[in-house]
């Protein structure tokens, strides 16, 4: 029985260094790129999740995508989990997107300056579909959305600190770089090197889903803060909703406080549900910060609110925030676009569907090998934990096996199937995936896992 067991486990040895080998020579254009790229460019990357540091190996570099697929340039194919990390939830390329891009660079422009009529339109679309963002100021990035709401947040109530939750991720602004999720997380230094001690000291963190812990902060702070920020859904530190009651006790506390709730749903607007998390919820936050799907596939971000708030904003106000390209017709026409079949053909019930049948299938796949590994989704949003734990914050969500999910990525991705490069992340799918994609993705997280907990028993 002992030859026996050594001949198996060598054979699995065997198998997963091949596996590994293949791998390696799938990749070959992609290594040849991350060579050339690290020599002109930091790391290799224009964002650091796309490093591949977490899971180890080299990033996959893609020549198109197309529906629910990436084709990458050695001429590999690969179901999305990424969606370019959220926006296309019609998919890549949707005809109706690109039309609307193409018809606006040869006939409108790509950039004047100046104020449009595609812009006006645009903004009357979001303020109807979030009716708590009375009025809206169109940005660049979701990063430049959350650092506006937190200078308008300060200058209208006169205050200097904020409340930020432990592995919710802002962007890459000064005030947000305190115990961050996502890509700063992956990497094990959430505070940043470059941020002032100052800036700092005006960021305090509360713990996710506990509302004493805010409670206490304000108490310990009073009068001093402007705003509480939080992703009403956790989406950078994987999946993590928040409850009803903390949500609804975050907004009792700002309204007895005069303290701005600032709900950021660059991840979740209009992904969860047409009007975003909060809609979900039924908790209104004063201020708004949105992005992802709300350009289409190029870069746009928003934040908006409270009527009073936002007439603060110059040059209404005395508040500044400006951009150049904030609002430029190519941008916006592509959101525009994508809004317009986000509210006229609801896709919502069907992406619900696919869900489940997703979410099922990986939990039957755990039941039948024996696992009991914590899986998070809201909607079309799911990530799978490398612990038994129940993952409810930061704290939770760091008890994951990162070596585990690495494994399990890359076994993930020679199956086809492509991921988030890190633990910490969120599993997107579109309108079309389709039964044939969903079925291919069960199939090949049946065989990922019995892989990696296979090589575990051998190790």
């Given at each position: 029985?002992?030859?026996?067991?050594?001949?198996?486990?060598?054979?699995?040895?065997?198998?997963?260094?091949?596996?590994?080998?293949?791998?390696?020579?799938?990749?070959?254009?992609?290594?040849?790129?991350?060579?050339?790229?690290?020599?002109?460019?930091?790391?290799?990357?224009?964002?650091?999740?796309?490093?591949?540091?977490?899971?180890?190996?080299?990033?996959?570099?893609?020549?198109?995508?197309?529906?629910?697929?990436?084709?990458?340039v050695d001429g590999n194919r690969y179901i999305d989990y990424i969606g370019s990390w959220g926006p296309f939830i019609l998919g890549h390329n949707h005809p109706k997107?690109?039309?609307?891009?193409?018809?606006?660079?040869?006939?409108?422009?790509?950039?004047?300056?100046?104020?449009?009529?595609?812009?006006?339109?645009?903004?009357?679309?979001?303020?109807?579909?979030?009716?708590?963002?009375?009025?809206?100021?169109?940005?660049?990035?979701?990063?430049?959305?959350?650092?506006?709401?937190?200078?308008?947040?300060?200058?209208?109530?006169?205050?200097?600190?904020?409340?930020?939750?432990?592995?919710?991720?802002?962007?890459?602004?000064?005030?947000?770089?305190?115990?961050?999720?996502?890509?700063?997380?992956?990497?094990?230094?959430?505070?940043?090197?470059?941020?002032?001690?100052?800036?700092?000291?005006?960021?305090?963190?509360?713990?996710?889903?506990?509302?004493?812990?805010?409670?206490?902060?304000?108490?310990?702070?009073?009068?001093?803060?402007?705003?509480?920020?939080?992703?009403?859904?956790?989406?950078?530190?994987?999946?993590?909703?928040?409850?009803?009651?903390?949500?609804?006790?975050?907004?009792?506390?700002?309204?007895?406080?005069?303290?701005?709730?600032?709900?950021?749903?660059?991840?979740?607007?209009?992904?969860?549900?047409?009007?975003?998390?909060?809609?979900?919820?039924?908790?209104?936050?004063?201020?708004?910060?949105?992005?992802?799907?709300?350009?289409?596939?190029?870069?746009?971000?928003?934040?908006?609110?409270r009527r009073d708030i936002m007439s603060r904003v110059a040059p209404a106000g005395d508040i500044y925030q400006a951009g150049t390209l904030s609002g430029n017709p190519?941008?916006?026409?592509?959101?525009?676009?994508?809004?317009?079949?986000?509210?006229?053909?609801?896709?919502?019930?069907?992406?619900?569907?696919?869900?489940?049948?997703?979410?099922?299938?990986?939990?039957?796949?755990?039941?039948?090998?024996?696992?009991?590994?914590?899986?998070?989704?809201?909607g079309s949003m799911m990530c799978l934990f490398m612990t038994e734990q129940d993952v409810v914050d930061f704290k939770t969500a760091t008890t994951s096996d990162v070596?585990?999910?690495?494994?399990?990525?890359?076994?993930?991705?020679?199956?086809?199937?492509?991921?988030?490069?890190?633990?910490?992340?969120?599993?997107?799918?579109?309108?079309?995936?389709?039964?044939?994609?969903?079925?291919?993705?069960?199939?090949?997280?049946?065989?990922?896992?019995?892989?990696?907990?296979?090589?575990?028993?051998?190790?």
């Amino acid at each position: 029985m002992i030859e026996i067991a050594r001949q198996t486990n060598g054979a699995r040895f065997c198998a997963l260094f091949f596996s590994a080998f293949v791998v390696m020579l799938n990749h070959q254009t992609s290594q040849s790129l991350f060579e050339r790229a690290k020599r002109v460019i930091p790391g290799g990357v224009n964002s650091p999740v796309r490093a591949f540091k977490s899971v180890g190996g080299t990033p996959v570099f893609m020549r198109r995508g197309d529906g629910a697929y990436l084709y990458d340039v050695d001429g590999n194919r690969y179901i999305d989990y990424i969606g370019s990390w959220g926006p296309f939830i019609l998919g890549h390329n949707h005809p109706k997107v690109v039309e609307a891009i193409e018809q606006t660079l040869r006939h409108v422009g790509t950039s004047f300056g100046a104020p449009t009529e595609l812009e006006v339109e645009f903004a009357e679309l979001i303020t109807s579909l979030i009716p708590s963002m009375e009025m809206v100021r169109l940005v660049s990035s979701g990063t430049e959305a959350t650092m506006s709401a937190i200078r308008v947040a300060r200058g209208f109530t006169g205050r200097e600190k904020i409340i930020k939750f432990e592995g919710c991720y802002h962007g890459h602004g000064d005030s947000f770089l305190i115990k961050a999720g996502s890509g700063a997380l992956t990497l094990g230094v959430p505070d940043s090197p470059g941020v002032t001690k100052g800036t700092a000291q005006d960021t305090l963190n509360a713990v996710f889903n506990d509302i004493e812990s805010v409670r206490k902060l304000v108490r310990e702070n009073p009068n001093q803060i402007a705003a509480i920020i939080i992703e009403p859904i956790g989406g950078n530190m994987g999946v993590v909703p928040a409850t009803q009651e903390f949500l609804q006790g975050l907004r009792a506390l700002c309204d007895q406080e005069g303290i701005v709730l600032i709900f950021d749903e660059v991840m979740t607007g209009f992904r969860v549900a047409l009007g975003g998390a909060q809609s979900l919820y039924g908790v209104s936050p004063d201020m708004t910060t949105i992005g992802k799907i709300l350009g289409g596939g190029l870069p746009v971000g928003a934040y908006g609110g409270r009527r009073d708030i936002m007439s603060r904003v110059a040059p209404a106000g005395d508040i500044y925030q400006a951009g150049t390209l904030s609002g430029n017709p190519l941008a916006v026409s592509a959101g525009l676009a994508t809004l317009k079949i986000l509210r006229d053909e609801n896709p919502y019930p069907d992406l619900e569907a696919k869900g489940k049948i997703l979410e099922d299938g990986f939990r039957d796949n755990l039941r039948k090998l024996g696992l009991n590994l914590c899986l998070k989704r809201v909607g079309s949003m799911m990530c799978l934990f490398m612990t038994e734990q129940d993952v409810v914050d930061f704290k939770t969500a760091t008890t994951s096996d990162v070596k585990k999910y690495a494994a399990y990525f890359h076994a993930m991705l020679e199956r086809g199937i492509y991921l988030a490069p890190a633990q910490y992340e969120a599993m997107f799918f579109s309108i079309r995936h389709g039964e044939r994609e969903l079925e291919a993705t069960i199939n090949a997280n049946r065989e990922s896992l019995e892989a990696v907990f296979a090589k575990s028993a051998v190790l």
